[in-house]
């Protein structure tokens, strides 16, 4: 063989074998594999060695694939993820490209012969700086652009908070709380249920985006009940809207989806930012700079999904020890009171099909550990914890959520946590999926099951 021969069969081999450099292996040796955690499955998830990026980044094990959502794009071998990292072009067209990625697939050297000129390799390292920098840029002014987006909308949630009044002279908040569990105004405020950071906003617009349309168009206005949304420190940055109506089910308005006429549109909203927050409704005090905070002396936690079926267990514990020393408070959303799950506890409901017929998934009822604190905080001193249940619910989803809601608060400190599901006076019910919430039990009526379903 002749000299030239000799080496293009030493860059066969090398190429063949950095062709069977798996993804995993290839990020393994670039150090992209380190900072990645499971998402469930054989996904691995993390930031981009080369483009930064909280969650950018993946790479699945079983598929033997990578992709980076900074860039878009992605690749089922060890060698395009090599050359990712090291910075060099998509389409590996050029020879040198080519092999210097099959190199730092390997972590090998090029073969000599085939290695790249000194110009080139110093004009692609500078390249590779260059898009770096554009990458870190980029990344800075979309953080600035999100922190920005956020914060206007948290100042828009302010606004609409000072908007709220105490006093109303119509169907007000204290009147909606009042027909929603069952009692006379009056009696809400004699036993201390009423929110005190609750109010009624006079004529809150509603403002609906259609289908394929850019700019939101208002669909009517209604006095609307709005409590804030605070953050593990107190300080208010949502809130927390209900459009009321004293005629309408449930009274709230009923307001027909524009794209769907059959369809009604939610009358219960949230601005600004609820991950990781809680609405305040008993035993809660102003605190300093503003803040809210949990009045001194509580160690027992009442909490649900939704304002009305918590306040509906507040209504029925006034009065007692248990209530002198409760919070009652909000979490607007299931997702937020029970915390994300572990996919991997993940199952295959009993019963319900996807529309293309396989079983349904259902999150399972075991805590994800890398997001304890991105669901309600546990507020300072609590060690009791009760979830108030809602039977009119899915039964299997329910019951997952609120197991690994109790397991989440046991993880955050709580020394016990439990669910409450709502039961009549006469025994019925007190199980997931039996058909109503506790508002439905204090207010001492079970709502027909035709009855529209909430989500918030
Ligand atoms: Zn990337």
Same mark, same amino acid.
């Given at each position: 063989?002749?000299?030239? *021969?000799?080496?293009?069969?030493? @860059?066969?081999?090398f190429?063949?074998?950095?062709?069977?450099?798996?993804v995993?292996?290839a990020a393994?040796r670039?150090g992209?594999r380190?900072?990645?955690?499971?998402?469930?499955g054989?996904?691995?998830?993390?930031?981009?060695?080369?483009?930064?990026?909280?969650?950018?980044?993946?790479i699945?094990t079983?598929?033997?694939a990578w992709?980076?959502?900074?860039?878009?794009y992605?690749?089922?071998d060890?060698i395009?993820?090599?050359?990712h990292i090291?910075?060099?072009?998509?389409?590996?067209?050029?020879?040198?490209d080519f092999?210097?990625?099959?190199?730092?697939a390997?972590?090998?050297?090029?073969?000599?012969?085939?290695?790249?000129? *000194? *110009?080139?390799r110093?004009?692609r390292?500078?390249?590779?700086a260059?898009?770096q920098q554009k990458a870190?840029?980029?990344?800075k002014k979309?953080?600035?652009?999100?922190?920005?987006?956020r914060?206007?909308?948290r100042?828009?949630?302010?606004e609409?908070?000072?908007?709220?009044?105490?006093?109303?002279?119509?169907?007000?908040?204290?009147q909606?709380?009042?027909?929603?569990l069952?009692?006379?105004?009056d009696?809400?405020?004699a036993?201390?249920?009423?929110p005190?950071?609750?109010?009624?906003?006079?004529?809150e617009?509603?403002?609906?985006?259609?289908?394929?349309?850019?700019?939101?168009?208002k669909l009517?206005?209604w006095?609307?009940?709005?409590?804030?949304?605070?953050?593990a420190g107190?300080?208010?940055?949502?809130?927390? @809207?209900?459009?009321m109506d004293?005629t309408?089910?449930k009274?709230?308005?009923?307001?027909?989806?524009p794209?769907?006429?059959? *369809?009604?549109?939610?009358t219960k909203k949230?601005?600004?930012?609820?991950?990781?927050?809680?609405i305040?409704l008993?035993?809660?005090?102003?605190?300093?700079?503003? #803040?809210?905070?949990?009045?001194?002396?509580c160690?027992?936690?009442?909490?649900?999904?939704?304002?009305?079926n918590?306040l509906?267990l507040?209504?029925?514990?006034a009065?007692?020890?248990l209530?002198a020393? #409760?919070l009652?408070?909000?979490?607007?959303?299931?997702?937020?009171?029970?915390g994300?799950?572990?996919?991997?506890?993940g199952?295959s409901h009993?019963?319900?099909? #996807?529309?293309?017929?396989?079983?349904?998934?259902?999150?399972?009822?075991?805590p994800?550990p890398?997001?304890?604190?991105?669901?309600?905080?546990?507020?300072?001193?609590v #060690?009791?914890?009760?979830?108030?249940?809602?039977?009119?619910?899915?039964?299997?989803m329910?019951?997952?959520?609120?197991?690994?809601?109790?397991t989440?608060?046991?993880?955050?400190?709580?020394?016990s946590?439990?669910?409450?599901?709502?039961?009549?006076p006469?025994?019925?019910g007190?199980?997931?999926?039996?058909?109503?919430?506790?508002?439905?039990?204090?207010?001492?009526a079970?709502?027909?099951?035709?009855?529209?379903?909430e989500?918030?």
């Amino acid at each position: 063989m002749s000299d030239r *021969e000799t080496i293009e069969a030493e @860059i066969k081999a090398f190429i063949e074998a950095a062709q069977d450099v798996s993804v995993e292996q290839a990020a393994e040796r670039m150090g992209a594999r380190g900072g990645l955690r499971r998402a469930g499955g054989s996904e691995l998830v993390g930031p981009c060695l080369f483009c930064g990026g909280e969650d950018a980044f993946s790479i699945n094990t079983a598929k033997n694939a990578w992709n980076c959502r900074k860039v878009g794009y992605g690749g089922r071998d060890g060698i395009s993820l090599a050359a990712h990292i090291e910075g060099l072009p998509q389409n590996l067209d050029r020879r040198e490209d080519f092999l210097a990625a099959c190199g730092a697939a390997l972590g090998e050297a090029v073969p000599d012969g085939a290695e790249e000129s *000194e *110009e080139d390799r110093a004009a692609r390292q500078k390249k590779r700086a260059a898009a770096q920098q554009k990458a870190q840029r980029d990344a800075k002014k979309r953080e600035a652009d999100s922190n920005r987006y956020r914060e206007a909308s948290r100042n828009r949630a302010r606004e609409r908070l000072e908007a709220r009044r105490k006093v109303f002279d119509g169907f007000g908040f204290l009147q909606y709380l009042a027909l929603r569990l069952g009692c006379a105004p009056d009696d809400l405020i004699a036993m201390d249920v009423l929110p005190p950071f609750a109010g009624t906003i006079p004529d809150e617009p509603y403002f609906h985006t259609r289908k394929n349309r850019k700019v939101a168009e208002k669909l009517g206005a209604w006095a609307a009940m709005a409590l804030p949304v605070i953050d593990a420190g107190g300080a208010t940055i949502g809130a927390h @809207i209900t459009w009321m109506d004293e005629t309408g089910q449930k009274g709230r308005p009923s307001i027909p989806n524009p794209d769907k006429p059959h *369809e009604t549109l939610p009358t219960k909203k949230m601005m600004g930012s609820h991950k990781g927050a809680l609405i305040p409704l008993l035993g809660f005090v102003s605190g300093p700079d503003g #803040t809210i905070a949990p009045r001194a002396g509580c160690d027992r936690l009442v909490t649900g999904e939704g304002i009305e079926n918590t306040l509906a267990l507040a209504l029925a514990e006034a009065g007692t020890a248990l209530f002198a020393r #409760t919070l009652y408070a909000a979490a607007a959303t299931l997702g937020n009171l029970t915390g994300k799950a572990d996919p991997k506890s993940g199952f295959s409901h009993p019963t319900l099909k #996807t529309p293309k017929g396989r079983p349904q998934r259902i999150a399972g009822p075991v805590p994800h550990p890398d997001f304890l604190h991105e669901a309600m905080p546990l507020p300072a001193g609590v #060690t009791d914890v009760v979830q108030a249940g809602d039977g009119d619910s899915e039964a299997a989803m329910t019951l997952s959520a609120m197991m690994r809601g109790e397991t989440r608060w046991r993880l955050l400190g709580a020394q016990s946590a439990c669910t409450l599901w709502p039961q009549m006076p006469d025994g019925q019910g007190g199980f997931p999926g039996c058909g109503f919430d506790w508002c439905d039990v204090i207010g001492g009526a079970v709502a027909p099951a035709t009855e529209e379903k909430e989500t918030v």
